[in-house]
């Protein structure tokens, strides 16, 4: 049986070209989700058995295992800004979905002012 696979978001402090060379280094391949937000990515596990929470890059922050449907209303809403907000007012978003905090991790990544 072929495991699941994964969807992670990078965090701007990650280049893809340097996670996408960790992910090789280490068996594993990597591509662009084919829905959510600019920076989200799937990856097969590839030879590596050990959990994905477990790696290096998620527990300093660089990457945030996330399903990728759940970084699509973030992308949904930047996306509407970019469009439609025409001044410097500042913006106020209450996130009131549940926890971990990752759709406002992304949020807060994809708004200039954050």
């Excluded at 969807?7 to 594993?28: K, N, P």
């Excluded at 989200?40 to 990728?68: F, K, N, V």
């Excluded at 996306?79 to 971990?100: C, E, F, G, Q, R």
Aim: hydrophobic share 35%.
């Amino acid at each position: 049986m072929t495991p699941l696979t994964k969807t992670i978001t990078l965090s701007q402090r990650l280049s893809y070209d340097v996670f996408a060379r960790i992910a090789h280094d280490e068996g594993r391949s990597v591509r662009q989700s084919p829905i959510g937000s600019r920076n989200t990515y799937q990856i097969d596990m590839g030879i590596d058995t050990r959990p994905l929470g477990s790696h290096w890059l998620h527990q300093c922050g660089y990457m945030y295992i996330q399903e990728a449907a759940a970084s699509v209303p973030v992308q949904l809403l930047l996306d509407h800004l970019t469009k439609y907000k025409k001044s410097d007012t500042p913006l106020l978003v209450l996130d009131m979905a549940a926890s971990p905090g990752g759709k406002t991790s992304q949020l807060a990544q994809g708004l200039k002012s954050s």
